[in-house]
C-alpha cells in the first residue's frame, strides 16, 4: 500500500474506513498471528496447572473457567489472523465470523478473569452478586457485537472498558484484598494496550503491539488469579474429594 509521496509502506497499511476492518499488511499479518500464537501451549499448560492446584470444588469450578476462556482468548485470536494472512480477500464468510467469534472471546475473557475474583474472595451481597452483572453485560456485549460488527468501533471499545472495570467495585467490601494490587496491574496494562489497538493504520504493527500488552496483562492476572487458590481462612470449605 502507498504512503505519503507514492512510497509504498511493507509495514503499516493506511487507515480502514468507517465501518471497515484494518487491512494489515504482509509483516503485520505475521506479527498478529506469532505474538498470540506463541501464547497457546504456554497458556494450555499454565491455566491445567491452576486446575490442579485448585484447593475445594468451587476454585475448581472457576479454574475451569478460567482456563477455557484464556486459551480460547488465544487459540481464537490466532486462527482470526492466519485466516486473514491466507485468504484475504477470498472466503469473505469464514474471515468475517472469525472476526465475531475473536472480538465475543475478548468479552468472554474479561468475564472469566473477573469470575475467580468475585467468588473466591468474601465481601457484601453486592459485592457477591456482581459476577452476574459482569456475565450479563458480557453477553450484552457478545450480543451486540453479532448484530454491530465493525460498524461503532468507539462504543465497541467502550464497552470493552467499562466491563473490564466493574469488578473493581466489589473490592470496596472485600474482607480479604489479597492479589488487588496485581489486579491493579494487569488492568492498567491492558488499558494502555487499548491505545495501541485503536492505532491500525497510525503506528505500525500496532495490533500486534496490543497482542503484546494482552499476553502480559494476562500473564499478571493469571499469578493474581493463583494467588486466591489454597486453603482460606475467611472461607474455609473442605478439600476437593477425588473418588476412583
Same mark, same amino acid.
Given at each position: ?16 474506513? #468507517? ?67 491466507? $485468504?484475504?480477500?477470498?472466503? #469473505? ?64 471499545? $467502550? ?24 489486579? $491493579? ?12 489497538? #485503536? ?5 505500525? $504493527? ?39
Amino acid at each position: 500500500m502507498s504512503g505519503s509521496c507514492g512510497v509504498v509502506n511493507p509495514y503499516m497499511n493506511k487507515k480502514a474506513r #468507517k465501518g471497515e476492518s484494518y487491512e494489515p499488511t504482509k509483516h503485520e499479518h505475521v506479527a498478529n498471528i506469532a505474538t498470540h500464537g506463541v501464547v497457546i501451549v504456554p497458556a494450555i499448560y499454565v491455566t491445567h496447572y491452576l486446575i490442579l492446584e485448585a484447593y475445594r470444588d468451587l476454585q475448581h469450578h472457576m479454574m475451569i473457567i478460567y482456563a477455557v476462556a484464556t486459551v480460547l482468548l488465544f487459540l481464537m485470536s490466532t486462527l482470526y489472523h492466519l485466516s486473514e494472512y491466507l $485468504f484475504r480477500p477470498g472466503r #469473505k464468510t469464514l474471515r468475517y465470523y472469525l472476526h465475531i467469534t475473536d472480538r465475543v472471546m475478548i468479552y468472554f475473557f474479561i468475564a472469566a478473569t473477573a469470575n475467580p475474583w468475585l467468588s473466591l474472595r468474601h465481601s457484601d451481597f453486592f459485592g457477591k452478586n456482581l459476577k452476574w452483572i459482569i456475565w450479563a453485560a458480557a453477553i450484552f456485549g457478545i450480543c451486540y457485537q453479532f448484530k454491530f460488527h465493525e460498524r461503532f468501533k468507539t462504543l465497541e471499545t $467502550f464497552l470493552y472498558v467499562i466491563i473490564s472495570s466493574l469488578p473493581f467495585l466489589a473490592m470496596l467490601t472485600m474482607n480479604d484484598r489479597t492479589g488487588l494490587p496485581l489486579m $491493579f496491574l494487569g488492568g492498567a496494562v491492558y488499558a494502555v494496550g487499548v491505545v495501541f489497538f #485503536k492505532m491500525d493504520g497510525i503506528i505500525p $504493527f500496532s495490533h500486534a503491539i496490543w497482542h503484546c500488552f494482552v499476553v502480559i496483562g494476562a500473564s499478571i492476572h493469571t499469578y493474581a488469579v493463583y494467588q486466591l487458590l489454597g486453603p482460606d481462612r475467611f472461607n474455609p470449605f473442605p478439600n476437593i474429594e477425588f473418588t476412583n
